[in-house]
């Protein structure tokens, strides 16, 4: 009984069908013809008045008559492509000129990243030159122990042999930008220390925002944009290029300040401008300088103190032998590592050596020494600090 009925039903509908067409398609000639009536007058007003309805019903009408059912169709939105959460306020790195080689020779001691100059060309400190001469001509620069295909599995085998607790910690953790790959990406030096006054004491996100305005002071070409610098705001991948020296120092303390910056950092950055852009700081005075020396050249620098230089001289040169003790993070995880109680020495204060004493933190870490960067970044990673920032968002 029940199926009697619903084919009944259902063969009502069928025979229902056509006479629903017909009315349909006699209401869509009225609408499309009624030239000098109310519907036509209605129109002209309302432009946004058709004839679409009566379309509508005249298809819903023939899919009923096929025995379809007529469901608004669902758009399937293609997913947002999540922006990335690091905040990548300095910016080392970009990627290595095809005439760069990547496998080079390296030495903990000096700087193994390749530089750039303000006239675009890249410098590194083992050339053929510097290899082939003899040490009383560069005596800054220490003949190569290494490779950059190696020096990092050089500087964790030491650190290793000096205390197996780290063992676990260099498995699970990769130090990226002493990697060949880190190795071979190509650092600005104006542009990065331009970009580490530009944040300091201010949040990532500001950062960000006043360094992409500082950048759009300029009217420079696109250029491939850094891992992780503002690629989400760029469909390909490409940004302004960082102003050079010279164009920096040319602009007045006001002009500079409508990015957004202080009067006080403006001051410094256009500081540091005239210094690279007179040479008295050069890409290749930070290859070729001793550690001792590159610190009190950019110390002399209005704008960058001694942690600003140790990170620079760390993240962007790559030199391996750096170590920052007044780093709070790094004292902190070396605290943790040797097994004191960071949340109690935490809670009774101190001041800034709450956790070591300076002097500790020496003793300890010269039995690193040459890697004492590399350990200094896996103090970090005890203590659960964040440092992509530092690295340039990588």
Same mark, same amino acid.
């Given at each position: 009984?029940?199926?009697?009925?619903?084919?009944?039903?259902?063969?009502?509908?069928?025979?229902?069908?056509?006479?629903?067409?017909?009315?349909?398609?006699?209401?869509?000639?009225?609408?499309?013809?009624?030239?000098?009536?109310?519907?036509?007058?209605?129109?002209?007003?309302?432009?946004?008045?058709?004839?679409?309805?009566?379309?509508?019903?005249?298809?819903?009408?023939?899919?009923?008559?096929?025995?379809? /059912?007529?469901? #608004?169709? +669902? *758009?399937? $939105?293609?997913?947002?492509?999540?922006?990335? =959460? %690091? !905040?990548?306020?300095?910016?080392?790195?970009?990627?290595?000129?095809?005439?760069?080689?990547?496998?080079?020779?390296?030495?903990?001691?000096? /700087?193994?990243? #390749?530089? +750039? *100059?303000? $006239?675009?060309?890249?410098?590194?400190?083992? =050339? %053929? !030159?510097?290899?082939?001469?003899?040490?009383?001509?560069?005596?800054?620069?220490?003949?190569?122990?290494?490779?950059?295909?190696?020096?990092?599995?050089?500087?964790?085998?030491?650190?290793?042999?000096?205390?197996?607790?780290?063992?676990?910690?260099?498995?699970?953790?990769?130090?990226?930008?002493?990697?060949?790959?880190?190795?071979?990406?190509?650092?600005?030096?104006?542009?990065?220390?331009?970009?580490?006054?530009?944040?300091?004491?201010?949040?990532?996100?500001?950062?960000?925002?006043?360094?992409?305005?500082?950048?759009?002071?300029?009217?420079?070409?696109?250029?491939?944009?850094?891992?992780?610098?503002?690629?989400?705001?760029?469909?390909?991948?490409?940004?302004?290029?960082?102003?050079?020296?010279?164009?920096?120092?040319?602009?007045?303390?006001?002009?500079?300040?409508?990015?957004?910056?202080?009067?006080?950092?403006?001051?410094?950055?256009?500081?540091?401008?005239?210094?690279?852009?007179?040479?008295?700081?050069?890409?290749?005075?930070?290859?070729?300088?001793?550690?001792?020396?590159?610190?009190?050249?950019?110390?002399?620098?209005?704008?960058?103190?001694?942690?600003?230089?140790?990170?620079?001289?760390?993240?962007?040169?790559?030199?391996?032998?750096?170590?920052?003790?007044?780093?709070?993070?790094?004292?902190?995880?070396?605290?943790?590592?040797?097994?004191?109680?960071?949340?109690?020495?935490?809670?009774?204060?101190?001041?800034?050596?709450?956790?070591?004493?300076?002097?500790?933190?020496?003793?300890?870490?010269?039995?690193?020494?040459?890697?004492?960067?590399?350990?200094?970044?896996?103090?970090?990673?005890?203590?659960?600090?964040?440092?992509?920032?530092?690295?340039?968002?990588?």
């Amino acid at each position: 009984m029940s199926v009697r009925r619903v084919t009944r039903s259902s063969t009502q509908t069928a025979e229902n069908v056509p006479e629903s067409i017909a009315e349909a398609k006699a209401e869509l000639r009225i609408s499309t013809s009624k030239k000098d009536g109310v519907t036509a007058k209605s129109k002209r007003a309302n432009p946004s008045i058709s004839s679409a309805p009566a379309a509508k019903r005249v298809k819903q009408a023939s899919e009923k008559k096929n025995g379809e /059912t007529t469901k #608004p169709r +669902k *758009t399937t $939105k293609s997913p947002k492509t999540p922006k990335s =959460t %690091k !905040e990548s306020n300095v910016k080392y790195a970009t990627p290595p000129p095809p005439s760069i080689p990547v496998d080079r020779p390296a030495d903990p001691h000096t /700087t193994n990243a #390749p530089l +750039k *100059t303000p $006239k675009g060309s890249t410098l590194i400190t083992y =050339t %053929k !030159e510097v290899i082939d001469s003899t040490p009383s001509k560069h005596p800054s620069i220490p003949k190569p122990t290494t490779t950059t295909a190696n020096l990092l599995k050089t500087a964790c085998a030491h650190l290793v042999s000096v205390e197996p607790k780290l063992a676990p910690l260099i498995a699970k953790h990769e130090c990226r930008i002493f990697t060949e790959a880190g190795l071979a990406e190509t650092v600005d030096p104006f542009n990065a220390l331009a970009s580490s006054i530009i944040s300091q004491q201010v949040s990532g996100a500001a950062a960000k925002s006043i360094r992409r305005k500082f950048i759009g002071l300029f009217d420079l070409p696109e250029t491939q944009a850094e891992d992780g610098e503002d690629a989400e705001d760029h469909d390909l991948h490409s940004v302004k290029a960082f102003p050079t020296p010279s164009a920096v120092a040319s602009k007045d303390l006001t002009y500079l300040r409508t990015a957004g910056l202080s009067g006080r950092k403006a001051e410094y950055i256009k500081d540091l401008a005239a210094k690279f852009a007179s040479g008295e700081l050069s890409a290749q005075m930070l290859i070729s300088a001793s550690y001792d020396e590159l610190l009190e050249k950019l110390i002399a620098v209005r704008g960058l103190g001694k942690w600003s230089v140790e990170m620079f001289a760390c993240f962007g040169l790559k030199r391996m032998d750096i170590f920052s003790t007044g780093d709070l993070g790094v004292q902190k995880g070396m605290a943790e590592f040797v097994g004191r109680n960071v949340k109690g020495l935490k809670a009774k204060g101190g001041g800034k050596w709450k956790y070591m004493s300076e002097k500790e933190m020496l003793e300890i870490s010269e039995k690193f020494a040459p890697y004492r960067s590399l350990f200094m970044w896996y103090m970090w990673r005890v203590g659960d600090v964040e440092v992509e920032a530092l690295e340039g968002g990588k």
